[in-house]
C-alpha cells in the first residue's frame, strides 16, 4: 500500500496530504491513527489485532474499519497524478493560428493575447479589458499567449508553449489555467512560486489584507464592493493568489463580478456601473463588471493575511461574526482552491491556516457588516 503522505494536526484531526495525487483528506483521531497504519502496511491480522487491544473494538468492527481503509486508498490510487490533470489526449500538432490580437498591461508588464475567434475572445477578454492597450512597437519583452479552438477543445499556448486543452463543457478549468499563466507571465515568477489561488475576493488597508470567502451567491463580491467604498482597496476579486515567499496575498487586476440584483444598491458609490454592459452567466444570473482604477505601470505589492472569512449573506441573519476551528476552515477552503503540488508549498499552505484567524460573518444589513470588518481590521473584537 505504501504511498507518499504528510501529515499535520488540524484541532483534534489530523491532515493527510498525499503526493503526487495533491489530495487532502482530514480524519478524526481515531481514524487517521488506523489509516495510517494501513498506509504503512501492517497486515490484515495485525490491524485486527490493533484494534481490539488498543480500541476495544470487536472483530467485525475491526473488519470494517479495514476495508473502509483499503477503500479509502484505492479512491486515492484511482485518481490522477496532479501532473496529469489536463483534458487532453495528445499535444496538438498543428500550427499557431492568428486571430484578434490584443496587448494588455499591469505591473509594468505587457502581454499579448492572439483570440482565434470573437468566441473564445469573449471568454476571457471582458473581465480585463480595463488593462487593454493600444499595439506597442517594442513587445520583445512581452508573453504572447495563442487561445485557439481544435474540434472541442479550448487550447492554449504561452510563448509557443503548449500548455493545456479543455473541453467547452469545462470552460471554468481553461479559464482558470488562463489566469494562472496570465499571473506568471506578468510578476515573472513560475507556478511553484505560489502556495494557492483562492476562489476568494480580497479588500486591503496598508499593508493588511482580509480574504472573503464562500460560495458563488454568498455575497463575497458585493461585500468586496461595498468595503471599496468605505475607504479600503481591491486586492484581487474570484482568484486570489498566496505568495510562497511571503505568504502573502497577491493582487490580481481581473474585474469584479456584479449580481445584476444588486447593480442599483451598489450603483450610489459607482454610478459607472449602470453604463456597462448585462452579462449572463446562466439562466438564472445576470452579472455587471465593476473596472477598478489601477495604475498598469505600478509594480505591485503583496498583503499580509489579517484573517480569512467565510461570507454568507442570509436576508434573514442578524450579523455576527463567529470564530472557526482551523479544520472546519479548511474543508471550506479546499474544494474551491489550487493549490500547489509541491510538497513543501503545501505544507506551507496548511502552515498559513494554521496561523491566520478564520471567520464566518453572517449579514444582512451592510452597515453592521461595514463596522464589524472595521472592528476586526482595527483589533478591536
Known amino acids: 500500500v505504501l504511498m507518499n503522505y504528510s ?88 500550427e499557431l493560428e492568428e486571430g484578434s490580437s490584443i496587448f494588455y498591461h499591469w505591473n509594468a508588464k505587457r502581454i499579448q493575447v492572439i483570440y482565434q475567434s470573437e468566441q473564445l475572445k469573449n471568454s476571457i477578454h471582458p473581465k480585463f479589458k480595463h488593462l487593454q492597450i493600444d499595439s506597442v512597437s517594442d513587445f520583445s519583452n512581452a508573453s504572447t499567449f495563442h487561445v485557439f479552438r481544435d474540434n472541442n477543445y479550448i487550447n492554449l499556448y504561452v510563448n509557443h508553449a503548449y500548455c493545456g486543452s479543455w473541453l467547452f463543457d469545462n470552460l471554468h478549468l481553461f479559464q482558470g489555467k488562463f489566469s494562472m499563466k496570465f499571473l506568471t507571465s506578468l510578476t515573472g515568477k513560475k507556478d511553484n512560486d505560489w502556495l494557492a489561488t483562492l476562489h476568494a475576493s480580497a479588500v486591503y488597508k496598508q499593508d493588511s489584507s482580509l480574504v472573503m470567502l464562500g460560495k458563488s451567491g454568498q455575497g463575497k463580491s458585493t461585500a468586496t464592493t461595498l468595503l471599496m467604498a468605505h475607504g479600503y482597496k481591491l486586492l484581487a476579486d474570484d482568484f486570489v493568489p498566496i505568495e510562497r515567499q511571503s505568504k502573502k496575498a497577491f493582487p490580481f487586476p481581473q474585474a469584479i ?23 449572463q452567466k446562466n439562466e438564472e444570473i445576470q452579472y455587471r463588471y465593476l473596472y477598478p482604477e489601477i495604475n498598469k505601470s505600478q509594480v505591485q505589492k503583496s498583503k499580509k493575511c489579517k484573517a480569512f472569512i467565510f461570507i454568507q449573506y442570509n436576508v434573514s441573519s442578524v450579523t455576527n461574526l463567529i470564530k472557526l476551528k482551523k479544520s472546519e476552515a479548511l474543508e471550506l477552503l479546499i474544494p474551491d482552491s489550487w493549490i500547489s503540488p509541491k510538497k513543501e508549498n503545501s505544507m506551507e499552505f496548511l502552515d498559513l491556516i494554521l496561523e491566520t484567524p478564520c471567520y464566518t460573518l453572517e449579514y444582512s444589513e451592510n452597515e453592521s457588516m461595514l463596522r464589524i470588518v472595521d472592528q476586526l481590521m482595527a483589533n478591536e473584537l
Open 7 to 94: 501529515l499535520k494536526l488540524f484541532d483534534d484531526k489530523k491532515v493527510f496530504w498525499f503526493e503526487p495525487k495533491n489530495q487532502y483528506l482530514l480524519l478524526e483521531d481515531l481514524s487517521s491513527v488506523l489509516l495510517e497504519k494501513y498506509i504503512n502496511g501492517i497486515s490484515f491480522e495485525s490491524f485486527i489485532v490493533f484494534c481490539e487491544s488498543e480500541f476495544n473494538l470487536s472483530e467485525q468492527e475491526s473488519c470494517s474499519l479495514f476495508e473502509n481503509c483499503k477503500e479509502i486508498i484505492e479512491h486515492i490510487n484511482a485518481l490522477p497524478n496532479a501532473s496529469d490533470q489536463l483534458e487532453t489526449q495528445q499535444t496538438p500538432n498543428i
Open 257 to 279: 463580478s456584479v449580481k445584476e440584483s444588486h447593480v442599483a444598491d451598489l450603483s450610489i458609490y459607482f454610478p459607472k456601473l449602470l453604463n456597462e454592459s448585462i452579462r
